[in-house]
């Protein structure tokens, strides 16, 4: 058997906050596993296996009956903590009828989950996208069905000399992939820092700053294992200080990137795009989001292609070039989090 990509002691963004409704189910695949998930009466948001405990009927085509969700074969019932509590023509109830739930956390906007152990499930380990929700930050984004297994997306985020190949004419230009870099890694997180010092800005950024001229652009992408990337991005008037820490004369954005494993071969990508100026222009905030849904269009269709070619060449390898070196961390820490959980299981097994 080849392993799984993905580690499951590890929170994943499963969903938008506002995707999941009180009164409706959302079925959604997460680490190989069909899932459904809906709102109590009082807010809170509910997740349980997508199949029932009988004869594994999709939840998700019942319906909810209060806080409880009704098989839409034979009628089971299902509280909210995933326990049978009612079966038709039969007073006593089989005590291990019951589906499985997990621990789901609501934070920066989305919901997020934990597909491994819940004894290990500690909040604490969300990672932090504050950007999402900060009253200093304003922005918005959506989410990408990717059909590519989440560490290609990872790779795409950890290199961003391919803004120069797939995103000519918005933000990339030759200065991007000449430019040096450094990575640096803690435990749980890689970061790869480029300063494009000098340069005239590619026509996204230079729009944002409105001031003729040459920039000083930064690059800072910060990955957080197993999933997240937040890019810190922008751009300031050359010679201002931006290198040194002061950006009173730029702009800047932070894109912030979840991708969730769904499959081996397919992510629910989600991203948003924040600034921290004009916080209160509605229109910037739609501008930006439609130039990076433009902007990952063009990551997403090249992502596909890569995952398709993978699939036709099984028996090919990578090779890693000096612009990989964010990607190689990024990889590393998530083997070490799999290392982790498989031995745990040998030492249990
Ligand atoms: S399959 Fe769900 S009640 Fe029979
Ligand atoms: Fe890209």
Partial sequence: MTQRSFPLNAWYVAAWNYEVKKGAMLARTICEKPLVFYRKADGTAV??????????????KGRLAGDNVVCPYHGLVYEPGGRCV???????INPSAAV????????????????????????????????????????????IELKANYLLGIDNLMDLTHETFVHDGS????????????????????????????????????AQLGVPGPVDRWQIINFLAPSSVA?????????????????????????????TPATETTSHYFWSANRNFKLGDMSLTTAWRNAVAGIFKQD????????????????????DLNIDAGGMWARRKVSEMIDAETAGLRRVG
């Avoid at 997740?47 to 998700?60: G, I, T």
């Avoid at 009612?86 to 006593?92: D, G, V």
């Avoid at 702009?251 to 912030?256: A, D, F, H, L, R």
């Fill in 47 to 60: 997740v349980m296996d997508d199949a029932c405990w009988h004869r594994l009927a999709p939840l998700s």
């Fill in 86 to 92: 009612h079966m038709p023509s039969q007073e006593t």
């Fill in 100 to 143: 499985r739930t997990y621990p789901l956390v609501e934070r920066h906007r989305y919901l997020w989950i934990w597909m491994g152990d819940p004894a290990l499930a500690d909040v604490d380990l969300v990672p932090d996208l504050h950007w999402n929700d900060d009253p200093e930050w304003t922005g918005d984004g959506t989410l």
């Fill in 171 to 206: 933000i990339g230009n030759d200065a991007v992939a000449e430019a040096p870099f450094s990575v640096t890694h803690g435990e749980r997180s890689a970061r790869v820092t480029r300063w494009i010092l000098n340069q005239d800005p590619p026509p996204f950024w230079g």
């Fill in 231 to 259: 890019l810190d991005v922008g751009v300031a008037v050359a010679g201002t200080g931006a290198p040194g820490g002061n950006r009173s004369q730029g702009v800047n954005g932070y894109i912030v990137n979840s991708i």
């Fill in 300 to 319: 997403e269709d090249i992502l596909e292609l890569q995952q398709e070619a993978i699939a036709r060449n099984p028996d090919k390898e990578f090779y």
